[in-house]
């Protein structure tokens, strides 16, 4: 006998094993004033040639917009002194990550991360009817020789977050290399740098020269950081002409609006602003850190414009605990158990306002436990 078809459209295997992403909070019910503090934010905002240049693009919104981001390939190539044919812009890294696991991964397949990377990772893998493999971190830290470990002949892609979010944590560009080495010609490395600009370690680099020169490793940005274009949704890769070739054939022809390219195009030249950027996140990413565990509370060392506060078990100081106490106060920071780190929140590097205002929450926090906010 026949089984009977299904009632409804099925997905393919993989999806419904699928948790959907869930961003960070941007409200509070009740709470009138917010400082989203959820989402690795720029608190300068876009530089003010981004927001012009994206005005001026609003006086031919129904023309359609070049379908390679031509402007915005040639002003990332002559920022980084890259040949634009060898770059790919996407609606953020985010849809760049998933043409990749889409032109690389299928039923069968791997693809290989680490322990407290991006959720995004595991989301493209399964859409794409692969097989998550998550090698162990150290320390918050990724592993070279654990991820070496779970790489096997089914293993199509390795995602390395550098820095990662959400522990601020990073492997030095020898490391990265390291890794490489040892991977197989046919395995692609991709290195997802959406925090490189604010990095300041001399060991670090983003992967720019191995994404130039190696026939399997592709490198990923953002301007949705320090360039605070998150809204637009701009992202860009830079790889080997081979992996630009079949991105390009899969990717929608109009996957970038015009006034995402004009503003992104505008602020990447801005040298001032960005500069402004990174010296806010200096100045506090420091002044957070020491504050913070001056309260007694531990903080993951972080390169990027954010920070990996740690609470303890007890009763009345737990990070759930922490995190309603804040939010009763209109600071929203970000819970990280769906990252595995229940004990944990990670707070953007705010407005000296906001900043302010969470060591002070905090202090109360730490000193009443869930005493009146």
Request: with cysteine; proline share 6%.
């Amino acid at each position: 006998m026949t089984a009977s078809a299904p009632a409804l459209p099925q997905p393919r295997p993989g999806v419904l094993d699928i948790s959907a992403y869930v961003p960070g909070r941007d409200h509070v019910e009740g709470v009138e004033k917010v400082h989203k503090l959820s989402s690795n934010e720029n608190p300068l905002g876009p530089s003010p040639q981004a927001i012009e240049a994206f005005r001026a693009a609003a006086s031919s919104l129904e023309i359609y917009p070049d379908g390679g981001a031509t402007v915005l390939r040639e002003a990332i190539g002559q920022k980084y002194g890259i040949d634009p044919a060898r770059i790919v812009c996407g609606t953020g890294s985010d849809e760049l990550l998933s043409l990749l696991t889409h032109a690389y991964i299928g039923p069968g397949d791997e693809g290989l991360f680490t322990q407290h990377g991006f959720l995004v990772y595991r989301i493209n893998i399964l859409a794409n009817g692969g097989t998550p493999v998550v090698a162990e971190e150290t320390d918050l830290t990724a592993s070279v020789d654990a991820i070496l470990a779970k790489v096997t002949d089914r293993t199509r892609i390795v995602f390395l977050a550098n820095p990662n979010n959400p522990t601020g944590t990073y492997l030095p560009f020898d490391e990265v290399k390291r890794l490489h080495a040892a991977l197989p010609t046919n395995v692609l490395l991709v290195l997802d740098a959406a925090y490189a600009e604010y990095v300041r370690r001399n060991d670090y680099a983003s992967g720019l020269e191995l994404a130039l020169t190696a026939p399997n490793v592709v490198m990923c940005r953002t301007f949705s950081k320090i360039y605070g274009l998150a809204a637009l949704r701009i992202g860009w890769l830079v790889g080997p002409a081979h992996v630009v070739d079949a991105l390009n054939r899969i990717r929608g022809p109009f996957n970038l609006n015009a006034p995402a390219i004009a503003a992104g195009a505008a602020a990447i030249r801005d040298d001032a602003h960005i500069a402004a950027a990174l010296a806010h996140n200096d100045e506090w990413l420091a002044r957070l850190t020491r504050e913070i565990e001056a309260l007694g509370l531990k903080v993951t060392p972080s390169v990027g414009n954010f920070i990996l506060i740690h609470f303890p078990t007890t009763p009345g100081r737990t990070a759930k605990e922490a995190d309603a106490f804040l939010g009763r106060r209109g600071l929203l920071l970000r819970a990280v158990a769906a990252y595995g780190l229940p004990n944990a929140l990670r707070m953007t590097i705010g407005s000296a306002e906001a900043n302010e205002l969470v060591v002070a929450a905090l202090k109360d926090f730490m000193s009443a436990g869930q005493g009146n906010a």
